[in-house]
């Protein structure tokens, strides 16, 4: 079992940047997909950048090119930098890990551990 939790969200005006974080503790020699999801106020959650345990990356196309999704296994620790951030990114972000294929990276339903979530906040 990995427990997680996120920080770093915050608010910040459109085209401006944050990072969040998400340190797991736990069972973390497991190789554990872990992503990043986020859900707005009356939306669905989605997907939003996710790695397999091979380190194979996938991001929404809704973020390609603004948001990069990284990891430092040193630190036990999933990183997103959000770059030129947009009204449209404002929602409460989470980070998940489970054991996922790489073509079901980006599927909320096929992760199975959560962290509380962090909120991010873009203004216009």
């Known amino acids: 079992q990995v427990e997680l939790v996120e920080s770093g969200g915050g608010s910040v005006q459109s085209g401006g940047s944050l990072r969040l974080s998400c340190a797991a503790s736990?069972?973390?020699?497991?190789?554990?997909?872990m992503g990043w999801f986020r859900q707005a106020p009356g939306k669905n959650r989605e997907g939003v950048a996710a790695?397999?345990?091979?380190?194979?990356?996938s991001i929404a196309d809704s973020v390609k090119g603004r948001f990069t999704i990284s990891q430092d296994k040193a630190k036990n620790t999933l990183y997103l930098d959000m770059n030129r951030l947009l009204p449209e990114d404002t929602a409460m972000y989470y980070c998940?890990?489970?054991?996922?294929?790489?073509?079901?990276?980006?599927?909320?339903?096929?992760?199975?551990?959560w962290g509380q979530g962090t909120q991010v906040t873009v203004s216009s």
């Open positions: 790695i397999d345990g091979d380190g194979t990356p």
């Open positions: 998940a890990a489970g054991r996922v294929e790489w073509w079901q990276l980006l599927v909320p339903s096929k992760f199975d551990t």
């Open positions: 736990g069972d973390t020699h497991s190789r554990y997909s």
